[in-house]
Nanobody, 124 residues
Framework: VQLQASGGGLAQAGGSLRLSCAASGLPFSDYAMGWFRQAPGKEREFVAAISWGGGSADYADSVKGRFTISRDNAKNTVFLEMNSLTPEDTAVYYC??????????????????WGQGTQVTVSS
């Protein structure tokens, strides 16, 4: 199983980035997908999750209204559209696959597969 995250980079405060996570080796449409992030010196935290078919989504309060998670099951890819970025969004972002959206939003999460991280840096 591989979850390949991409799209990270440097953005200015107020700007936007779009992360992608391409999955292979698993029945993608059978898994809920999520994004987590870890800032330097901090624990990994939940960002967003989406159900198998994309009908349900959940967000951390800190990103609600600014970030949007979506998925394309035909392309085995999940996306995270990030708008109105702030320096507090600076972190390594990880995608994750789990059996249900509930497994992603609980703490600690019950993750089936983690992807490698992609760095997001927001300058003020």
């Amino acid at each position: 199983v591989q979850l390949q995250a991409s799209g990270g980079g440097l953005a200015q405060a107020g700007g936007s980035l779009r992360l992608s996570c391409a999955a292979s080796g698993l029945p993608f449409s059978d898994y809920a997908m999520g994004w987590f992030r870890q800032a330097p010196g901090k624990e990994r935290e939940f960002v967003a999750a989406i159900s198998w078919g994309g009908g349900s989504a959940d967000y951390a309060d800190s990103v609600k209204g600014r970030f949007t998670i979506s998925r394309d099951n035909a392309k085995n890819t999940v996306f995270l559209e990030m708008n109105s970025l702030t320096p507090e969004d600076t972190a390594v972002y990880y995608c994750a696959a789990a059996l249900t959206i509930g497994h992603l939003i609980r703490w600690p999460p019950s993750i089936g597969y983690w992807g490698q991280g992609t760095q997001v840096t927001v300058s003020s």
